[in-house]
């Protein structure tokens, strides 16, 4: 009986304002409780963030299903007097807008788990904590590039300056770089999970002057590594183009920081020579619509609207 009156509790607390959306995406309707014991709070989010809460490692959480699991007297009070408002109160107090939030549809995994161990364990927007380095403006480290042409992946040295409005990449140990990016002219784009790239980022960039945009892949060796150069790209462009001064609500200033794409995938088209069928990979940024030979393609591509 006393387990039915706790679950039937749980049910009627996650229908609570606040609770009625995931803790940490935003979904509607969460189907589980994030009990963060170290801190004595508890959350209600939706499944796909319960897999990050639950992921190797995690030894500060308890995860339940509402609806498979058994819930004590004490559990119950602790989400009574916790839940997501409180909970995000405290854990969200200093929350950075450059660190982009979890998406209920089409979020990559890594982001969704490097939200949480920047959320729940380094405590990187919670009072008090220390400044995270991607909030410096600058940053230099290794990741991995992709070849332009094969599918090797290469260790380059990537510098990013706020100050110089750069990011920069130099091949083994020359002084010189390869190449030179305007971080006003980039969008950084988290690579989706379909194409099992792990800890991948795609870099567009726009040059003007030949009105072509160029495509770059890179890799971290770690999620955090790629989650940190994401969120100071983004945190440097928002500082150049002087978007922390508008008013845009947090939704819009994210999209300023960086756009996701709004559809990938393949497509069979015909050839300009011929009504042969050849499969493609097409990406729709916006207004406009790219198409490559095969996904993670680095080259000078047009746009067609």
């Not at 499944?47 to 308890?62: E, F, K, M």
């Not at 971080?183 to 072509?212: C, F, K, Q, S, W």
């Not at 198409?291 to 746009?303: D, G, K, N, Q, W």
Request: with cysteine.
């Amino acid at each position: 009986m006393a387990a039915e009156r706790n679950r039937r509790a749980m049910e009627q607390l996650a229908k609570q304002e606040g609770n009625d959306r995931c803790a940490e995406c935003r979904r509607e309707n969460p189907d589980w409780v994030a009990i963060v014991q170290n801190l004595n709070l508890g959350v209600f989010v939706c499944t796909d963030c319960c897999g990050s809460h639950r992921a190797p490692g995690r030894t500060y959480v308890r995860t339940k299903s509402i609806q498979l699991d058994k819930f004590d007297d004490d559990e119950v009070q602790l989400m009574m007097a916790s839940g997501n408002r409180k909970s995000n109160a405290i854990l969200e107090e200093h929350y950075h807008p450059c660190f982009k939030r979890p998406s209920s549809e089409r979020c990559p995994r890594v982001l969704r788990d490097q939200w949480v161990t920047a959320k729940y364990q380094r405590h990187d927007f919670k009072d008090g904590s220390p400044h995270p380095s991607y909030l410096t403006g600058s940053k230099s480290g290794d990741l991995l590039k992709r070849e332009k042409s094969g599918n090797k992946w290469n260790k380059r040295l990537f510098e990013l300056s706020e100050s110089d409005n750069t990011l920069r990449y130099y091949v083994g140990k020359s002084e010189v770089p390869k190449e030179t990016l305007l971080l006003t002219e980039i969008n950084a784009v988290l690579i989706e999970d379909a194409l099992e790239i792990p800890n991948g980022m795609h870099l567009m960039y726009y040059n003007a002057r030949e009105d072509r945009t160029r495509h770059f892949y890179v890799r971290g060796t770690t999620g955090q590594e790629i989650i940190e150069w994401y969120v100071a790209i983004r945190h440097a462009r928002a500082k150049r183009l002087n978007l922390y001064a508008t008013e845009l609500d947090e939704n819009r200033l994210s999209m300023k920081m960086s756009r996701d794409f709004i559809k990938t995938g393949h497509l069979w088209k015909t050839g300009p020579k011929d009504n042969r069928f050849q499969k493609r990979w097409f990406i729709l940024d916006q207004k406009l619509l790219y198409y490559f030979e095969h996904p993670l393609v680095s080259c000078l591509t047009r746009a067609y609207w």
